[in-house]
Every structure is written in C-alpha cells, then in structure tokens.
C-alpha cells in the first residue's frame, strides 16, 4: 500500500502480496540417484546354503518432473559358505 484512503476515500481491499508457481522450465530437473551397490554380506550360514545380500540407497529425490528411481535397492543371494 502506497498511500491509505484519506477523506473518505475507498481503501484497499484483497490481499497484499500474490504468489505463482513457478514455470516448469526455471526450476532445475532433478533425475533419482542411487548410490553404488555395497559389498555383499557374509553368508549367512557357516556351513551350508544360506543367503547373502547387498544395498544401495537413494542419494537424490527426483524433483521437479525428474526421472523417479526404478530398481532394487536390496538384492538377495543364495551362497554356500564351506569352513
């Protein structure tokens, strides 16, 4: 408001400020990332079949129309661990 209404003016009415989206093509597009897989675990069984596994994690959310993340995140595998 510049100036308010004197001698009986009409004052402002509505809101002050006035917010928009912003256009898809001004904010950065952000693909889903995944870190690297880990090292497989142990076998599970120290003598016979069993089963070992390995990880991977998201390191970036995909944003603003980004590519989401598709694949596993956990694997698992048979093994068979012979001491």
Same mark, same amino acid.
Request: one cysteine or more.
């Given at each position: 408001? $510049? @100036?308010?209404?004197?001698?009986?003016?009409?004052?402002?009415?509505?809101?002050?400020?006035?917010?928009?989206?912003?256009?898809?093509?001004? $904010?950065?597009?952000?693909?889903?990332?995944? %870190?690297?897989? %880990?090292?497989?675990s142990a076998c599970s069984k120290s003598c016979g079949p069993g089963q070992?596994?390995?990880? @991977?994690?998201?390191?970036?959310?995909?944003?603003?129309?980004?590519?989401?993340?598709?694949? @596993? $995140?956990?694997?698992?595998?048979k093994c068979l661990d012979a001491d």
């Amino acid at each position: 408001v $510049l @100036r308010h209404a004197l001698y009986g003016g009409t004052p402002c009415n509505g809101t002050l400020e006035e917010t928009k989206k912003c256009k898809p093509d001004c $904010l950065p597009v952000q693909d889903c990332e995944v %870190s690297e897989w %880990s090292e497989w675990s142990a076998c599970s069984k120290s003598c016979g079949p069993g089963q070992t596994f390995r990880t @991977r994690e998201i390191t970036k959310q995909a944003r603003n129309g980004g590519k989401g993340c598709d694949g @596993r $995140l956990h694997e698992v595998a048979k093994c068979l661990d012979a001491d």
